[in-house]
C-alpha cells in the first residue's frame, strides 16, 4: 500500500468500457460497489493502491462527454438505475482531463468516428507521439500523481503486418518523421508517447500497441512496463478455460466454431471487415496453443445492433471420445462487454501501478490471465497456470532481467 | 513398464462402461483404437502396464452375455458399426470370466435387475465377501496374473448414513456377521472382500465402496490402495473446469442449475429416487468448495427413454459482475456415458496398477481429477489442481506415509 | 368502438402481472408505449374498448401498495427505468381502488401470503362471493363503468380434484355455506362473486376459476361469458407452435423434455409441491392432442431466486426422422414472465368487454391462443388455429347459443 | 391409387439425399422402413403411388457407386447399421439406371466433383437439354414407367441474375445453341430436358431450376407441373414455423441470426462464396414475408468437415416485447440433413406423380409447405397456412387454368 497517487489515463476515455471504469472507480471509492468482478480484490488488497489513490483522465477522439456515455449505458443495462446521475460529479472532473485524441494511420472506419474541431490533426507520428507525451506531462502536473498508467482502449485498429516492423528501436524511431514510411497506428503511437513520458502501458485492445519488438526495448531503456494485448473477457475466456479440459481428458477437439454477436460501438467497428481480421486472429491462436493441435476452426463476430452492449458467444465443440464416438459441447454466453472489461482494466491499473513501484521494465507477461494474446517470453496460455503465475509474480516479484 | 500381468475386476462386468472398457481394450491391444480420451496415454505410457498385460473378469448380477450387451451399444451409436463382431472372440473370453454377483442390502431397484438362477443369495455380508475373495482368488489363480485391480462399476445404490457407521474396521467387521446389523451394502462388501484378496479398489460409482474409515483402515493394514468415489465424466468435469473461472475473475455465481437427462439402466436406476439422493449430493457439494460459498444449486437427473446412453446435461450459471449487472452462462453437454467413462476405468487400472507396484497403500487422493468426490486427506477441486497433483504423483510417487 | 368505460379488476393487482398491466395501461393512455406485445393492436383496434375507456381496480391479499411493485418490477428490469416515477399518479389512483382479498381455502403456501391486519377472514365460501359481489358492485358504483371483466391473477393454488366436483349449480351452491363442504378455493369463489355481479370472468391462472359445469351453467344463466385457463406466455406457447411442426413433417417425438426456472413470487408458490402440480399438468396435457401420441414427458418449474421475473426454459426434444435416425431440437427461452402477461391480459380485457357488448354467455373458446388449458368445447390446440378460430370470431361473432 | 409405375429421376443420383431415398425407398416397399418423416403417409395414403410402383433412376457428374455412398452415410450414421447390405441388391438395380450428368456452366466448384472419363463434355446448353431428353426417353422405355417425375438434387450452383433472363421461351430458348450467350446453368438444362421429355420437375435445390417465366411457359405449353425450390429441411422450416408466433403475438423482432454448421459435400461446395449467395438469399427472404417488416437478419453457412452431414443450426432471436423490455429465444437444431430431406423427396415424387395424373402443369405453389422459396403466385409462407394449402389441393385438386 502506498499513499502517493496514480494517474490512470485511458485512452477512448468516453468509451464504453472507460465509462463503466471510471462510474465504477467512483463507487468503489464511495464505498458503493461491491467488489464483485475485480481479480484484485481477491488477490491480497494489501500490496495494492487503494481506489481512491487513482486518479482518472485521458484521450478520446470522441466528443461528447462521460455524462452522455453513462446515460446511454444505464440505458443499456450496463450500469444499475441512476448510477449517471449518482456519480455525475466523479464523472464531470474527469471529463475535464479527456484531451482529443490520434487519428493519424487508424484507418477509414475509426478515421468516422473521429469529432470534427475535437480532433486536431497531426502532420506526423512524431507529432502525435510528443502531443501525447505533453498531455501526459501536463495531466501528471496537474493532478500531481507519482505514477502514471496507461490503458489503451481504443478501437479496434486494422492490423499491422507485424513481419515488415524494424525490430529495433532505433530504426523504427527513423520511420515517426514521415507518415509515409512509418508502419504504425495510432495505438503504438500513444504506447510510445506514454513510454516517453514514463508511464506503464496496457494494451487492452487487439491493436498492436506497444507489442513489437523496437517499443519494447524502448520500455525497456526507459524502465517502465507494459503488458497486453486484447483483453480476455468473454468467450476467449471461456476457451482458456474449456480447451485445457480437453487436453486434460485426451479428448480429441475436431471442430471449435465461436460467433459472437455484439451491438455497440466496438461491433461497428470491427464490422469494418480490416478490423475484425486483428480480432478474430488473436482468437484463434490460442487453441493450437492449449491443445498442442489445430482443429478446424472458425470465430466470427457481427455486429447485432439490438444487443447493444451484450455480447452474445455461441460456441459448437465438436470433439471425440473413445473409439473415435463424436459428442458435442455447446455454450452461449450473454454478458455486458462493458462490465465485464471494466474491473479487468481497474486491476490492470493496480498491477501495472504495482510494477512500477516495484521498478519492473519490459513485457509483463506474468499478466497474461488477462489478455488473449498475452506479451512475454512464452506466457502459459490455460487460465489455471497463468492464475499461478500472476500469483507467484504478486507473492515475490520477478527476478532482475 | 513390467511384464507380468493384472487382472482387472469388473464389477457390473456386462453393463455398458465395462463393456465399453472391455472392447476398447481389446481394440487398443491389437492396435486398432486410436488413444483418445485415454488420460495415461498423454501422460507418458512408459510408466504404465501395457494394455496386453491386463487381464479382464469380474462380477455381475445380470445374466446374458458381453456380446448382447456390446451389440446393444453398437445399436446405440456407443460402440462403432461392426465392433461387436469384430472383438467377439475377446468378449466371449471375459465373459466366461464373469462371476455371479451380490445384492445383499442393495435395494429394491438394483435387486430387480438380479437374474433369478444365476444370482446366489447370500446369507451375510460376511459370507458375500468370502464369496468375492474366493472369485478374485480363483481368477488371479487361473490367469497367473501378478496384481489385481476391481473396478466398481454397478449401479448407483441407495445411500448408506455416514454418520452412523463405525469408525475402526474392528466394530464394523463385527457387524459383518448379522445382515439386520451390518450398514453395509453391496459396493463395500465387494470392497472388503476384493482387500481381504490384496486388490487395490477403484469406486467409480456414487455408492460407498471403501470410501470411509474403517475400511480405509482395513486397507492400509492390508497394504492395498483405494481411489474414489463417482466417476467424472460430463457436467461434473465441466463444473470443476469452470467454476475456477468464476472464482479467478471473482465474478458471483447467483445461482448454478444442472438438468441431466439419460437413458440407460444408470438413468432408470436413478429415477429410484432414493438411489437418485446419493448422486445428487455428490453433484451439489463441488461448488462450495471451489467457489468458497454456496450459491443456489439445483441437480436434476431424469430418465429420459430415447436417449438411451448419451446423457444431455443443460447447466444454466446466473453471475453477476461488476457493479452487480446479472450475466448468464449456459452449456449443452451431449456425450456417451460409456464412452467418456469406459477409458478412465483404463487409466484408473492402470493407475492403481501402478500404485500397488509402488507398495501403496490407503486412500490415493492424488488420482481426484477422475472423481467427482475424490477420497483422501483435503484432495483439490479444481481440475487443473488436480491435474497437477496427478502429474507431480506420477514423477514422484509420495513419501511414505 | 364505444365510449362507455369498462372497469378492469385484476384479482392480485399489486402482483406483478397486474402491476405491469397498470403501468402499461397508464403508457398506453399517455401514448407513451409502443403497441409491442398487444394481440388485439394488430388484429383492428376499431372493434375494441380504447385504452382511456379501461378503469383499473382489484382485489389483493398482500398490503404494500402499487407504488412499491411497480419499483421493483424496475429494478428487476420489467419495467424501463423511471417508469415507476413517471406513472406514479396512475399507480396511486389504482392503488386507492384495490380491495382486501380472501384466502378461504387457498392453502398454506398463499396463506402465508396474506397481510395481516389487511385481510379480513371469512367463516364461509357463500360470505366469502358476497364480499366479491360487494366490493365489485361499490366499484362500478365509484367508477361509473358500464361494464366489468374480472381477470384472476392470483398464485397458484393447490389443485382441486374435478371430478368429485358437483356437475350442476343447484348443487354446487349448497356447499358455499359450509367450509367443510365446499371443494371451491378462491379463485372460484372471485369467479362467482363476479359472475353474480354481472361480470366477465378471465382466468390468467392454472387454477379452476369458472372452469367447471357448475359455474359455466352460473355464468350462462346471467348472460356473462368467461375465458381461461393459464396464460400461454412461454414455454407453452413455443409447444404449441412448434409440435404442430413436428406432425406435418411426421416426424416422431420421442421425448420433449422442459425446464422452466423462475424467480419471483410465483416461483416461490410453485415451490411448494401441491401448487406445483396443477401448473405442471396444465402443461404436459398439451403435446398429446397436437401429436396425436404421447411422447416421454417432463415439465418442471423451479424456483431460481436471482432470476426474479426472467422466466428462462430450456426445451430438449428428441424426435426421430427417416429410417429412425435421431435427431434434437433444443430451444432456451429468455423473457419477462410479466412483460409477456401483461399485454395479454389488458388484450383479454378487450376482448371480455366485446364478447360482453355483443351479448355472449358461457365459455369463450374462442380465446384458446391465449391459454394453455382452454375452457369450450373442443377449443383448437395449434396456434396457428387458434388464431384462425379468433380472427374468425372477431369477423363474424358467434352464433347465438 | 394406381398401378401403372412412375420414374423418379434424380439428378445428383449418387449424391447423399438421393442415395438415403433409394435405400429408404427400399425398405419402405419390403416393409421394413416405419413410415417416419413422410408428409403423404400422414395425409391419407390411398391417393398416392405405392411405394413399389415406383422406379429409380438418375444423372450423377460422379463416379463411384451408390453402394459406396450408401456406406459412407452408414459410417455416418444417416443410415442404420448394416443397411448398405441389406439393401445391396435395389442399390445396385437403381446404380445400374445412372447416366453421366452435365457439367456445362455449372461453375468452378462443381465442375470439380466431376468425374473424368465419366462426364462427357457437351459444346452447347442444347446439346445438353437433348442428351437429357434422350436419357429420359431411354429410361421410360427400359423400366416401362407410364409417368415421369425428375427430382433436382444436385450441389447449389452459382446464383443467375434473374432479372436478366428473357421473360419468354422463344427468346430464350434461342439462346441455347451458344453457350457464350445462354444465361442458363445445368439445373435449368436438366429442367428443359425433362419438359421436353414430359416429365414432371421438383426443384429441391436452392438452383434456377425450371423457376423462371419462360421455363414456366414451356412446361405449361407441354403440360407437365413444377415445384421447388429449395427443400425446407432445417433452419427455415423453424423460421416458417416460429416467425408466425412472433407474429401472432405481436412481439418486434429485433434481429434473427442463424448459424449453420454443415460438413458433407453441400457444405464443402457452399463454401465456395458465390454458390453459398443462393443458399443465404433464399433463406433471408422469408423473415420480412412472414414479419410483415424486415428485421436485422444474418444467415451464415459454415462447412465443418467434422459434423459430415449432420447439420447444426443455431438462431438466436432478440425480440422485444411489452414496454420494449428486450427477451430472446435461441434455438439449436441438430439433425441428418439427408435423413431431413429424403422423405421429402420421395413425398415430392408422390404428389408431382399425382399432379400429372390430374393433368396439372405450371407452378405448383400448393406444394410449397415444401420449400424455402416456392414457385407459384403468391404462395403462403407460414409452415401452418401451406399445410392448409396442401390438404384442400389434395382434397379437390385445382381447378382448370
Redesign the interface.
Known amino acids: 500500500m502506498t499513499d502517493s497517487k496514480t494517474g490512470v489515463w485511458f485512452v477512448g476515455a468516453r468509451g464504453s468500457v472507460a465509462t463503466?471504469a471510471t462510474?465504477?472507480l467512483a463507487?468503489l471509492v464511495r464505498g458503493e460497489?461491491?467488489?464483485?468482478?475485480?481479480?484484485t480484490?481477491?488477490l491480497g488488497e494489501g500490496a495494492f493502491a487503494a481506489w481512491d489513490r487513482l486518479v482518472v483522465g485521458g484521450h478520446d477522439i470522441r466528443g461528447g462527454s462521460l455524462a452522455d456515455s453513462a446515460a446511454e449505458l444505464?440505458?443499456g443495462?450496463?450500469?444499475?438505475?441512476?448510477?449517471a446521475e449518482r456519480f455525475a460529479d466523479e464523472l464531470a472532473d474527469a471529463d475535464a482531463r479527456i484531451r482529443p485524441g490520434v487519428t493519424l494511420g487508424s484507418g477509414a472506419a475509426i478515421e468516422r468516428l473521429g469529432e470534427r474541431g475535437w480532433v486536431e490533426p497531426c502532420d506526423t507520428p512524431a507529432e502525435a507521439v510528443r502531443r501525447v507525451a505533453a498531455d501526459l506531462a501536463a495531466f501528471r502536473e496537474a493532478t500531481a500523481v507519482e505514477r502514471l498508467v496507461v490503458v489503451l482502449l481504443g478501437s479496434t485498429e486494422p492490423p499491422v503486418d507485424r513481419d515488415t516492423l524494424p525490430p529495433r528501436w532505433e530504426e523504427l524511431s527513423a520511420t515517426l518523421g514521415d507518415p509515409a514510411r512509418c508502419p504504425l497506428r495510432p495505438s503504438s503511437l500513444y504506447a510510445i508517447g506514454a513510454i516517453e513520458a514514463g508511464a506503464a502501458v496496457v494494451n487492452f485492445t487487439p491493436s498492436l500497441g506497444a507489442g513489437c519488438p523496437a517499443i519494447d526495448e524502448l520500455a525497456r531503456r526507459r524502465g517502465v512496463p507494459h503488458a497486453g494485448a486484447d483483453g480476455k473477457t468473454g468467450e476467449t475466456?471461456?476457451k482458456a478455460?474449456?480447451a485445457?479440459?480437453f487436453?486434460?481428458?485426451?479428448?480429441?477437439v475436431?471442430?471449435w466454431?465461436g460467433?459472437n454477436?455484439l451491438g455497440n460501438r466496438d461491433g461497428a467497428i470491427l464490422a469494418d471487415a480490416q478490423n475484425k481480421q486483428a480480432k478474430v486472429e488473436s482468437k484463434e491462436r490460442l487453441l493450437a496453443e492449449l491443445l498442442g493441435y489445430a482443429p478446424?476452426s472458425?470465430v466470427?463476430i457481427?455486429p447485432?445492433?439490438?444487443?447493444g452492449d451484450w455480447k452474445?458467444a455461441?460456441d459448437?465443440i465438436?470433439f471425440?471420445?473413445?473409439?473415435?464416438?463424436?459428442?458435442?459441447?455447446?455454450?452461449?454466453?450473454?454478458?455486458?462487454d462493458s462490465?465485464?472489461a471494466?474491473?479487468?482494466v481497474l486491476d490492470l491499473a493496480r498491477l501495472a501501478d504495482l510494477a512500477l513501484r516495484r521498478g519492473e521494465s519490459g513485457a509483463l507477461g506474468e499478466l497474461a490471465?488477462f489478455f488473449k494474446s498475452p506479451v512475454g517470453d512464452r506466457p502459459p496460455h490455460?487460465?489455471?497456470?497463468q492464475?499461478r503465475v500472476l500469483k507467484e509474480w504478486l507473492a515475490g516479484g520477478r527476478p532482475e532481467a
Open positions: 463503466t462510474v465504477g463507487a460497489a461491491p467488489p464483485i468482478g475485480l481479480v480484490e481477491s444505464e440505458r443495462r450496463v450500469l444499475p438505475p441512476g448510477y475466456l471461456l478455460t474449456l485445457p479440459m487436453a486434460a481428458r485426451n479428448l480429441k475436431d471442430s466454431v460467433h454477436l478446424q472458425l466470427s457481427e447485432i445492433e439490438s444487443l452474445t455461441w459448437h465438436h471425440r471420445g473413445f473409439l473415435g464416438v463424436p459428442m458435442t459441447l455447446q455454450f452461449t454466453w450473454q454478458g455486458s462490465a465485464l471494466a474491473p479487468l490471465a490455460a487460465l489455471a497456470d492464475m
